[in-house]
């Protein structure tokens, strides 16, 4: 992206900072040169400038300055840019509750799809005023049905919320009709999802799965049936949330099936161990690679297999918690002993890093090393010991943490294969060096990154660890340090935004400058 682009883009952030702080008049002025920047850099072809018109008409709206943005948005060429342009400014509009002018800008809208989701946002505006007449109104003049559907479902869910359950219930009939008569399994089976998430945030559990085992694809009907479960295992109704996550899988699909239902099952182990139901969690968590198909590819197998060694350790944490020492520790060495079990490398190598993290995240250093240790794919041992390093420094354990920050270097330095392993393996050490503010070594490790665009990204999240820590001269210093333009254009934009969001006014204007000399 051409520099300048970036330097708008600050410019358009330093404005909406401005206005939100009431200096209106030096707002405008910005507004007046991000306009000429944006669409001086954007002449290049019809689309790059209409998507700039959009970005910068969305970014007026959002600011409230509607009637610019409605001149930016008349101003587009393109139909296709043009109407979703007016749908952004009619999202806007509705936040802020100009329904009547929402609504004006919807309808003005030609392209029937955008013209539908726009109206859906103001269905949804309107819901939170409970403005209920308006909001059926504005439901029922949506021409595309799919859509439709999906408001007619947001209202009845808000309907229920607030207790109105007879005409919640012939809301949801009306949803239910509409997404019955769609045309396409795809469009049918998103808007059977959205029906069944309301449903089953309403409690109405028994309709809630009849939609949701009625969706004819395989991966929305997963989805939905994972929903269900999930908000089951929420109202505690254990039998039930194991009988409908357990039927995720139960019919041919998309592997991607399986991992719906092992998330289902990992939440109702931990919730049913949080109530202190210790043999029902185990039992739960046990059946997680029991219910999987024989064959899986290896990302679902990833999924699973991770999804129960989680399960085991947050079953163990709440033994701990309940002083339940010793039934905690054979879980631990139930979950190391899923860790350890795929055949395929790769996997076990991701399961091992997830356990890792799990051990660290509750300061269990032995065990989290042990594991590390086991990690036979140098790449996620390396990332294991960053993140075990982050988290001793985290706890302030110095000591221990410095001798893993050397294990973790050394570890990425030796990594075989190409020089980009070895790169990458750098990238991820200077992301939790810079997370943990040892700056310094950050700097150093991602000086030694040979691939400049590695090292150029390793730079970039370094500059925001110091924005984060408000080390305003750093971050100035090492976003200017990338050597390709872009990425440096890029990081600056953060740094000038970031001064703009504390009101460092002039300070965000002299970066924004610094930008175009990029």
């Known amino acids: 992206m051409d520099v300048r682009q970036y330097q708008a883009e600050a410019l358009i952030d330093l404005a909406q900072a401005l206005d939100r702080a009431t200096y209106h008049s030096q707002a405008q002025s910005v507004w007046q040169e991000a ?29 409230g300055h509607w009637r610019q943005a409605k001149e930016v948005a008349a101003s587009i060429q393109d139909d296709a840019y043009r109407a979703w342009t007016l749908q952004s400014i009619a999202k806007a509009l509705a936040k802020a509750s100009h329904w009547q002018e929402a609504e004006q800008v919807a309808r003005s809208i030609t392209d029937s799809s955008r013209q539908a989701l726009a109206l859906r946002s103001l269905v949804k505006a309107l819901i939170k005023s409970h403005q209920w007449g308006e909001t059926e109104r504005i439901a029922r003049s ?15 869910a808000a309907l229920t919320r ?10 949801r009939k009306i949803a239910e009709q509409a997404a019955s008569s769609i045309d396409g ?14 449903l089953a945030q309403s409690r109405q559990w028994a309709e809630a799965e009849r939609i949701a085992t009625s969706i004819k694809d395989s991966s929305y009907r997963a989805m939905a049936l994972h929903r269900v479960a999930v908000t089951l295992t929420k109202a505690h109704l254990w039998q039930e949330a194991e009988r409908v996550a357990t039927s ?13 239902q092992a998330w289902a099952l990992r939440e109702l182990a931990t919730a049913l161990a949080s109530t202190q139901q210790w043999q029902e969690a185990e039992r739960v968590a046990a059946s997680l690679r029991d219910t999987a198909p024989q064959s899986l590819p290896s990302y679902t197998e990833t999924i699973a297999l991770e999804s129960q060694v989680l399960a085991f350790h947050q079953i163990a944490l709440a033994l701990t918690r309940n002083r339940a020492k010793s039934q905690a520790q054979r879980l631990w060495q139930q979950a190391e002993k899923v860790g350890y079990s795929s055949a395929t490398p790769a996997t076990q190598a991701q399961v091992l890093y997830a356990l890792t993290v799990a051990f660290a995240k509750n300061q269990q250093w032995k065990r989290a ?15 294991a010991f960053c993140h075990l390093a982050m988290a001793m420094t985290k706890a302030d354990c110095r000591s221990q943490a410095q001798s893993t920050w050397q294990e973790a270097e ?16 750098c990238y991820f050490l ?28 390793a730079l970039q999240r370094f500059t925001l660890s110091l924005i984060k820590a408000h080390q305003w001269q750093e971050a100035e210093r090492i976003a200017t340090s990338i050597s390709d333009s872009s990425s440096r254009a890029r990081a600056l934009h953060s740094v000038a935004s970031a001064f703009a969001k504390t009101r460092q006014w002039q300070e965000a204007e002299r970066i924004i400058r610094l930008i175009s000399l990029s």
């Open 35 to 63: 306009d000429w920047i944006f669409f001086s850099v954007n002449r290049v072809s019809p689309i790059s400038q209409a998507e700039a018109q959009r970005t910068f008409a969305k970014a007026l709206a959002q600011a």
């Open 142 to 156: 949506i021409r595309d049905v799919a859509h439709q559907a999906v408001a007619f479902s947001h209202i009845a």
């Open 162 to 171: 607030g207790g109105d359950e007879s005409q919640a219930q012939s809301i």
């Open 185 to 198: 399994t795809m469009s049918q089976a998103e808007v059977l999802w959205n029906l069944t998430t309301v």
């Open 248 to 260: 995720i899988a139960n019919s041919a699909g998309h592997p991607w099936v399986f991992a719906w």
């Open 369 to 383: 090393r042990n594991v590390a240790l086991a990690i036979a794919d140098g790449h996620w041992q390396a990332r």
């Open 410 to 425: 050394t570890l990425v330095v030796s990594l075989d294969g190409k020089a980009s392993v070895r790169d990458w393996g």
């Open 430 to 457: 200077v992301a939790a060096l810079a997370e943990v503010q040892s700056w310094q070594e950050a700097e150093r490790v991602a000086a030694s990154i040979e691939s400049a665009s590695i090292r150029d990204l």
